[in-house]
């Protein structure tokens, strides 16, 4: 009965660690965007400038590293956020199935209410550990520059605050507090992965009675999911981004006073401030490479466990 009981076990974490080691590979193939985007969605001026325009204004203001400002912690959020994220949805559809072969389901294959539960489970368990995480990414990302107006006239601008350097002046100018702003959207974006594991796990299960599922079938299948999840909860996004950098002498919003005041200041368009900005949507791409990533890397964990396995028996 106990080695019965590890297998699960043994499979979320199987899981968790593909999604963390996808989740690494698709930020870094994609931060560059993802910093422009975040960017955009946090200026205080409605965003015109074309892509291009963009990536020249930071590369010349700081060379092509500040497209890349942040990403230490962004890699290390992401591997957080997708370990946790998928050890609790593997282990909640590892639940589901078990009570579809008790009842004595044909298929054991996730419906779309149980996809849906699955999703708010696993949202919920990563939206505490990682926010403060998520805070510090964004601070650096987004940092105000001061001197920008000198830098345009030709003086270069000072060495950007490292990850550990904006954390310990986060902590000492405003507290630990402010390492949870924006968790009340946070949770709200749950939403987000719940929409978009659910079809994507839909899709899927209707791809795979045709045929298998390929790391290219599973990264347009996942841009689908993301692109649809995304286009209901960006405005939440923009506000969750927008409470990150406020700083502790501006006034603290609450969500549905950030919510009226972007409305009130730039229509609605502004809760989308960033999204046309970019071509191709930097999540969308993100979660595509990552459900690429994720199913040849599970493959992988599993084939060296299994031969750890035989290996410990032969012996």
């Given amino acids: 009965m106990a080695s019965k009981a590890a297998i699960p076990q043994n499979d979320n974490v199987a899981h968790a660690l593909a999604g963390a080691g996808g989740g690494l590979l698709s930020m870094v193939l994609t931060y560059p965007l993802i910093t422009l985007s975040t960017r955009a969605q946090v200026e205080s001026k409605k965003a015109e400038s074309k ?39 593997e282990w909640t559809r590892a639940f589901f199935e078990k009570a579809a072969t008790k009842a004595g389901r044909a298929s054991k294959k996730l419906t779309t209410i149980e996809s849906m539960i699955a999703g708010a489970i696993a949202g919920s368990a990563t939206v505490i550990i990682t926010n403060p995480i998520w805070v510090v990414n964004t601070r650096v990302t987004t940092r105000k520059q001061s001197q920008e107006g ?56 209707a791809v795979e009675k045709r045929r298998k599922v390929t790391p290219t079938v599973a990264f347009f299948l996942g841009a689908l999911g993301k692109l649809f999840a995304t286009s209901v909860t960006y405005p939440y996004i923009t506000v969750k981004s927008q409470m990150h950098v406020a700083s502790h002498t501006e006034k603290k ?3 549905t006073e950030t919510l009226r005041r972007v409305v009130r200041q730039e229509g609605y368009g502004g809760l989308y401030k960033g999204k046309s900005r970019l071509p191709p949507c930097a999540s969308v791409l993100t979660a595509a490479f990552l459900f690429a990533f994720k199913d040849v890397l599970y493959e992988q964990t599993v084939k060296l466990r299994s031969g750890g396995i035989r290996r410990r028996v032969g012996a």
Avoid: H
């Fill in 51 to 89: 892509f291009s325009d963009a990536v020249q204004k930071i590369i010349a203001r700081e060379g092509v590293s500040g497209l890349y400002a942040g990403i230490n912690s962004a890699l290390f959020g992401i591997s957080v956020t997708n370990f946790v994220y998928y050890y609790w949805y």
């Fill in 150 to 205: 000198d830098v345009e006239a030709g003086v270069k601008a000072s060495k950007p605050p490292s990850t550990i350097g904006t954390l310990m002046a986060l902590l000492k100018n405003e507290g630990p507090q402010a390492l949870f702003s924006g968790v009340i959207p946070a949770l709200v974006l749950v939403i987000n992965p719940i929409l978009q594991y659910t079809l994507f796990e839909q899709m899927k299960n």
């Fill in 253 to 255: 919003e609450g969500m």
